[in-house]
Structure formats: C-alpha cells, structure tokens
C-alpha cells in the first residue's frame, strides 16, 4: 500500500493529501484551499504539478474553480439535493393542456419578479452587446435601406451558407439549400409540425420538455405521448419502440444536447439508436439543438441528425442563447421537407427583417463569437452553482406559485448534466 502511494505521480500524492484533509474536515465545503502558487511553494513541487491535482480534485468532485478567486471546496454529492424523480409519464396518446401553467409563468415574469423561471434567457452581460451594436452602425452606415428592407424565405443565402459550414462542427454536412431561417427556433419547431402533420396527429415528445414543444403541439390541435425522460440517460428507447408499435406517431420532437429542463447530453450511441430506431418506423425527427453551443465539453456535442441515412432528422436551431434572444433568429435544416417548410414559412410570414440575417451573418461569421459561445458556457456553468442556492432560499420563503414547488437545478445537482436548468414540478 505505501509502495504504491511513493509510486504514484507526484500531483496524484499532491492531491491525495488534500482529499485525506478534505475527508477528515480539516477543509469544509466553501473554505478557500490554498492558492496553486502557495501549494507550489509549501510542497516544493511545481505549478504544473498543482495544477494538475487541482483538476484531479475537481473532477472527483472535492472541489470547485471561482472565475478570479481561487479553488473552493465544494459540496460533497452526497449532500445534494436528490436527483428528482418524476412520475412515469402515462405513454399514451393525450391532448396537451398546459397553457394556463404557461401564461401564469409569463404574466408573473412581468411583475416584480426576483430571479426570472420563466424561460432560459441568458444574463445581459452575457451577450455581445457591443459587438452587436458596433455590428448594426456598421451595416446601417454601409446600406442605410437595410433598416426598412425584409428578407424573403427562405432567407439570407449568406447566412445560410454560415449556418452550413457551422454544421460540421456538430458532425454534419448541411447544404445552405436545405437551410430556411426563422422567427426563432419556436418558428422553426412549428414549421416542422405542420410540414409532417394536420391536427388530431400524434407526436411523441421527451417528459419532461421545454413547455413550448408541448404549446407547439397543443396549438396544432395534435396530440402528444410522452416518454418517460431520465436527467441522466435521456428518453426511454423501449417505452418509445412500444409507443411506436402501438400508436400511429406522426414523428418525435426532441432535445439531444443540453435538455432544457433536465441538462443531459444525449451520449453518441444512444443519438444513434434513436434516429435508427425512428427510421425503421419511419418517424420524422424535430431535433431541437437551442443549446447545443452551451455544452460545457471541449467539444461541440454532435447531432442526432449526423446519424440520420433517410433524410428524415430536421435540425431546428437559434442565435437566442448565444448572439441574442432579441433577435429572434433562428434556422431549420432538413433535406426531404425544406421545400415545404420554406413555403409554409413563406405563407405564414412572407418574410423576415433583412437586418437580423444580416447582423446575425456577421456574428456567427467571427471566430471572437465561437470565443463567446465558450465563454458563455463557462460562466453558465458557474454563474449555476452559486445561483442554485439563492434561488432555492427565495422559493423557500416566497413560493411565487402556490401550486408550484422549485425541485432543483439539475446543472448543479446531476454530475453529468450538461448545462444548468431549473426543474419544476407540480404539487
Ligand atoms: C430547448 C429550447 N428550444 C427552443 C427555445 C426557443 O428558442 P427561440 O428563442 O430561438 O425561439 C428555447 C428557449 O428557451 C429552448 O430552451
């Protein structure tokens, strides 16, 4: 046993000595550990060699990295909140009835609200404000009729074409043909409803979703079934096969990376096994990747739709949680119903302002931008941690809906969830 701890690399000895500390209490959660460049000096080892026990650390959970003031202990897992259990979803056919709940949320959003759950809208000081600004001065000095023109659908070709060659990123091939933008990912998720079915059509959604999938399909006069939906693992693929077996499903709306509410990343294997499992039934996939940018990995999680040999994944996707919500700016991409959904975009709306596309062209064509989207990341991150337990104190002591009761954060609770998110559940 000590021959194997004199074995071990130097930043595992580093590390261990701290997690003994940590376990025997002699750090409590919150207390600041001691700075790379001390420990470096205390131990007489390098700051690599700090560094690298620091992330040793981190990883296992013992601690937490504060943007500019060091490495915290943080709180064991043992000592979260638990993991929510949701009540198993009832997979059968039923109309969707949540707009009362939905209106309630955004009338309370209005008043004075202290901390808003109503939608995941990124902090002000989040976004490329000036950037942005800059942008608009830009393109208004250089075509001052930009401000008054409007883009037809199925919209700015070099937008589009921005849009195609992001998507390799995410492990795809668009071509800017099959791109259409829209009002927003919300357009986008509608237009893919319409465009594979009429109302009385039954779509099978993760539960639980974004409540605006569910008002998509309420508004549609459709019907949903709800899979049942783990924070960690993603919706259930045999309670799915049955419903499919069952039920005459139109096609599947869903969230693969960074789930809002529940935070997961779908695992590759399992993006696979979806898209093939929905093509032997024939099922189109909406694939809603909103957040797919947030991912707090190194790398872009990938698509569903990367997976996809028959044509049927559509991939909806927006600039409102990277570049701005108030843009609302948002694309589909589908190959074997882009015709049809740019034409009943062109029905519904006609066309779009032409200066979005363009400021949202030059955003999403800047590499300072991919910065940003990282950045963003990051801070979520963070920012999710410490909110988590101011947030859970106002719940507590003001419940803002008597029907209502705050669960959790999965970002902060679930290890593996992917970016931070509020769950809630009704009484
Ligand atoms: C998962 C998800 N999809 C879609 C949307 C709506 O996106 P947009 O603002 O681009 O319409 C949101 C907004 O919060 C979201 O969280």
Request: charged letters at 25%; glycine letters at 6%.
């Amino acid at each position: 046993m000590k021959k194997q701890k004199i074995d071990s690399p130097l930043y595992l000895q580093v590390a261990r000595n701290l997690e003994n500390q940590i376990q025997q209490g002699a750090f409590r959660t919150g207390d600041q550990i001691p700075s790379v460049r001390d420990l470096s000096r205390q131990r007489r080892v390098s700051i690599a060699t700090v560094l690298q026990a620091y992330f040793w650390l981190e990883n296992k959970g013992w601690i937490e990295a504060r943007p500019k003031s060091g490495f915290y202990v943080r709180t064991p897992a043992q000592n979260l909140n638990p993991v929510p259990a949701f009540r198993p979803a009832r997979a059968r056919p039923t109309p969707v009835t949540t707009s009362d709940i939905v209106v309630d949320l955004m009338q309370a959003h209005r008043g004075p609200v202290k901390v808003s759950l109503g939608t995941a809208v990124p902090g002000h000081d989040r976004l490329p404000t000036h950037q942005l600004n800059a942008i608009i001065r830009r393109l208004t000095r250089e075509d001052p009729n930009l401000s008054i023109s409007h883009e037809h659908a199925p919209g700015d070709p070099a937008l589009r074409r921005q849009i195609a060659r992001r998507s390799v990123m995410a492990g795809c091939n668009f071509l800017p043909q099959d791109v259409t933008i829209t009002c927003g990912a919300t357009e986008a998720m509608n237009l893919c409803l319409r465009a594979i079915g009429k109302p009385g059509d039954v779509i099978a959604t993760e539960s639980p979703t974004y409540f605006n999938v569910l008002q998509a399909i309420e508004s549609l006069g459709m019907n949903a079934v709800e899979i049942p939906t783990d924070c960690r693992t993603g919706m259930d693929l045999d309670v799915l096969e049955n419903v499919l077996k069952t039920h005459r499903v139109r096609g599947y709306i869903g969230i693969t990376n960074c789930h809002n509410p529940l935070g997961y990343v779908l695992p590759d294997d399992k993006k696979r096994e979806l898209v093939e499992l929905l093509a032997r039934h024939e099922v189109p996939l909406i694939e809603d990747d909103i957040c797919g940018d947030l991912a707090y990995s190194a790398q872009r999680p990938r698509l569903a739709k990367s997976f996809d040999r028959e044509g049927l994944v559509m991939v909806c996707g927006s600039f409102s949680k990277t570049v701005s919500p108030g843009l609302r700016l948002g694309w589909v991409h589908s190959e074997r119903y882009q015709s049809k959904i740019s034409r009943l975009k062109m029905i519904t709306r006609i066309s779009s302002p032409r200066l979005s596309e363009a400021r949202s062209r030059c955003c999403s064509n800047r590499e300072d931008m991919i910065v940003t989207y990282a950045g963003c990341a990051c801070s979520l991150s963070n920012r999710c941690k410490h909110s988590a337990r101011r947030y859970r104190n106002i719940f507590r002591r003001e419940p803002a809906f008597p029907g209502l009761r705050a669960v959790t954060f999965s970002g902060s609770n679930c290890r593996n969830a992917s970016t931070p998110s509020l769950c809630i559940t009704r009484r």
